[in-house]
T-cell receptor, first 117, second 112 residues
Framework: GAVVSQHPSWVICKSGTSVKIECRSL??????MFWYRQFPKQSLMLMATSNEGSKATYEQGVEKDKFLINHASLTLSTLTVTSAHPEDSSFYIC?????????????FGSGTRLTVV | GQNIDQPTEMTATEGAIVQINCTYQ??????LFWYQQHAGEAPTFLSY????GLEEKGRFSSFLSRSKGYSYLLLKELQMKDSASYLCAVSPFSGGYNKLIFGAGTRLAVHP
């Protein structure tokens, strides 16, 4: 079945620094990648949708200059949180679509716990 | 706008049956998903409904009524490990892989 690898699983960084999160589809080509953020006891909030080779589409209220998304290949998308602040501490999850339709086209990564101190 | 409602919390007893409801109002409809999520982990796919009716898969079943904008997830023979959040999500757009709209999630606590 479809597998999505997300790395790192957790990261602690200092305020003002940048953090990059990678999402890889291991056995299929992901035509579309979705990036979500989840605060404690809340649901997944979509941040942006990216298609390979084109600019990401950001949801309303999400700063594209702060959350840089790159989808340079059909198997890799990255989310960079620039100039991170404590309020950016959250659980970030990617979801990849494509391949054989396993999970009806939406396979989630394992998530990244970001803590900004 | 897009709106998906589900209860915030539910409790149930081990061995019992619980039904988690979800109502939705979206600009379009291309299927409804149910996911299970344990704390600190990614969501796990449970079911997908695009036509009206009941889909049964082991202890879990999911029902959809498109005319009512309503779905439920039925969990039978509850086990302690079923304690988790259950997320209802709707794909409002057709054609290709489009974004999912998630409900706030229902936290289910299963007690002995």
């Amino acid at each position: 079945g479809a597998v999505v690898s997300q790395h790192p699983s957790w990261v602690i960084c200092k305020s003002g620094t940048s953090v990059k999160i990678e999402c890889r589809s291991l056995d299929f080509q992901a035509t579309t990648m979705f990036w979500y953020r989840q605060f404690p006891k809340q649901s997944l909030m979509l941040m942006a949708t990216s298609n390979e080779g084109s600019k990401a589409t950001y949801e309303q209220g999400v700063e594209k200059d702060k959350f840089l998304i790159n989808h340079a290949s059909l198997t890799l998308s990255t989310l960079t949180v620039t100039s991170a602040h404590p309020e950016d501490s959250s659980f970030y999850i990617c979801s990849a679509s494509g391949g054989d339709g396993t999970n009806y086209g939406y396979t989630f990564g394992s998530g990244t716990r970001l803590t900004v101190v | 706008g897009q709106n998906i409602d589900q209860p915030t919390e539910m409790t149930a007893t081990e061995g019992a049956i619980v039904q988690i409801n979800c109502t939705y109002q979206t600009s379009g409809f291309n299927g409804l998903f149910w996911y299970q999520q344990h704390a600190g982990e990614a969501p796990t796919f449970l079911s997908y409904n695009v036509l009206d009716g009941l889909e049964e898969k082991g202890r879990f079943s999911s029902f959809l009524s498109r005319s009512k904008g309503y779905s439920y997830l039925l969990l039978k023979e509850l086990q302690m490990k079923d304690s988790a959040s259950y997320l209802c999500a709707v794909s409002p757009f057709s054609g290709g892989y489009n974004k999912l709209i998630f409900g706030a999630g229902t936290r289910l606590a299963v007690h002995p």
